[in-house]
């Protein structure tokens, strides 16, 4: 499996990716937004776009579909019941569907609410795997629920599945915002030691060679995945005073959740 990020360079910050497969040059686009990056990055590698995915319905990450597809006749696939906000859906994906890429590429569909309530992620059935992430989980982050989503639902994604994968998984999300969300981090976690270490690498740094976390490295400086952390509770509870001495984890994601929409 090849995986090329291609960093879109827009107000939104968007990552689009190919992922092709090496034998056949067969590619699936993931939300390419940016139709003529992705379509040129295709060209030059020598892969034939046949497929393209979109992890939920926000315009920033369909807004390139009619293009790609038009250039390409590639088959259109999303969550199965996105029909009626993502037109010209091909196959609608549910848990567990497997996409398959060439002859070599298999990508297992994670139904994922919370940032939207049709989001789907995919997990790469490969020795080191991959999750595309849209916009569930960000670098140091997680999405907001300000358009269709739902908090609780997020958290439930967070817990009962993105917790659950192999610690060596890579992430690739929809966005590159890692360095607000590392001060969101310290802003709310100070003795964060991951955070501070990593800061300064990716202060000011160039999205189009942004390093690729791993779970294991969001479990260390992610606040999303440190709701038990005793710095992080102490500060939550000034933002939140009415906070119980021990808050149950889906209260603390949830409140963290409200501070970032505003941070």
């Known amino acids: 499996m090849i995986v090329e990020r291609i960093w879109t360079g827009n107000a939104y910050r968007n990552f689009n990716y190919l992922v092709a497969c090496p034998e056949t040059g067969e590619a699936l686009a993931i939300d390419p937004l940016d139709h003529e ?12 776009i046949t497929q393209v995915l979109n992890t939920h319905e926000h315009h920033d990450h369909t807004g390139g579909n009619d293009a790609v597809i ?11 019941k996105s ?14 569907d497997i996409v398959k890429v060439g002859k070599t590429v298999e990508l297992e569909c994670l139904d994922t609410p ?45 817990v009962e599945q993105l917790a659950k994968l192999p610690e060596h998984t890579q992430v690739y999300p929809g966005h590159d915002y890692i360095e607000n969300n590392l001060k969101f981090t310290l802003a709310r976690e100070p003795d964060n030691v991951a955070a ?40 939550l509870r000034e933002a939140f005073p009415e906070l119980p001495e021990r808050p149950d984890a889906q209260t603390v994601f ?4 409200e501070l970032r929409n505003t941070w």
């Open 37 to 48: 990056k992705c379509l040129h990055r295709a060209k030059v590698r020598g892969w034939q």
């Open 114 to 158: 919370g940032h939207t309530m049709c989001h789907i992620c995919l997990r790469s059935h490969t020795d080191t795997p991959a999750l595309f992430s849209g916009d569930t989980l960000f670098n140091a982050g997680a999405g907001n629920c300000h358009n269709g989503g739902d908090p609780v639902a997020l958290y439930a994604t967070f």
């Open 196 to 235: 501070q270490t990593l800061l300064p690498r990716v202060a000011g740094h160039d999205p189009e060679a942004s390093i690729v976390t791993t779970l294991s490295d969001e479990r260390r400086f992610n606040t999303f995945f440190r709701l038990d952390s005793p710095s992080l509770i102490a500060r």
């Open 83 to 96: 029909g009626a906000k993502i037109a010209g859906v091909d196959r609608g994906l549910k848990a567990g």
């Open 254 to 257: 949830v409140k963290l959740r």
């Open 70 to 80: 038009a250039a390409t006749g590639a088959k259109l696939l999303a969550h199965h």
